[in-house]
């Protein structure tokens, strides 16, 4: 499976590619069907399709099935977010159809119900929440912390019902970088400790109150020191002493999750090499999107080259 990742000479080669045309056709080399290069809804169309390729080959193969349930569940959500959003109108474009919830069908039976009980009940009960709080609020980002804390407690239930610790250890440095992604925003934004509260989630290596004391006290690279985010950490503060970009903060928080990913190369087989094989694959699909939008819009070679993320081979 491996020698069907799109490898960092191939990305190198996409990024010299005189066209964007050029680019796409060294997609077709590791696999991805022919697209337009011009058009963003054919782009990901194709990202879909290879994602659903790998699923397909994954059931398939994979000694727990149940594993690849735990990456597919992010579409779920993400799925349910925008459709809360749409408040009823058409959202498909939106939508991710690599979920366990077929995503037309969750947009219809909403829109045909204006309920969430076909969902399964942890889910539903999120949507439920996230559209409450939308409805009284008006704020997304309030009702879509709401919805990814009831995701990142449902895929470490599912990471530590397959009893696989490599499997638990990725999910909570997912978590880690999603709260020290939002410690850095707040810092950015000047906003309460009591505001960040609400978009912290637990289950970190980094508790909820240490990222909290890591806003409050400025001790982020404290906190995070002995931690994979290290690196990301230092980057954050510096971004928000300095009033900076975040991109270079970003690409180093998904390359620390992607790190934990990697360990599974030292391990000849088993389910962590399943696992690090899906997260390769979720990696790859991001820095495709990250090349080929670059390239529709002619951004410099080295512009895009400095927002990929590290890549499993």
Known sequence: MERNLLDRGRMERMLDAPTAAEAARILTEVGYEAFDPGSESGLNRALLQRRLDLF???YRYAPEPQIIDVFKLKYDYHNVKAVIKSRGTDVSHLLVDAGRVPAEELQRRYRETGGWDFLPPAMA??????Q???AETGDPQRSDALVDRAYFAEMLD???KTE???LVDYVRAMIDAANLRSVIRTLRMGRTPAFLQEFLFPGGSVSVDSALKAAVNGEVEQVYRT?????A?????????AGGSLTAFEKLCDDAVMAQAGKARRIPFGVEVVIGFVAARETEVSNVRIIMTGRMA????????????????
């Open 164 to 166: 696989c610790a490599y």
């Open 227 to 231: 931690t994979a985010l290290r690196r």
């Open 233 to 241: 950490a230092q980057a954050g503060k510096e971004a928000v002493e």
């Open 132 to 134: 409450r709080v939308l």
């Open 56 to 58: 397909a080959q994954l």
């Open 125 to 130: 009960q999120a949507a439920k929440e996230g």
């Open 298 to 313: 002619e951004l410099p070679a080295d512009t895009i080259r400095e927002r990929l993320r590290e890549s499993y081979v």
């Open 158 to 160: 599912m990471a530590r």
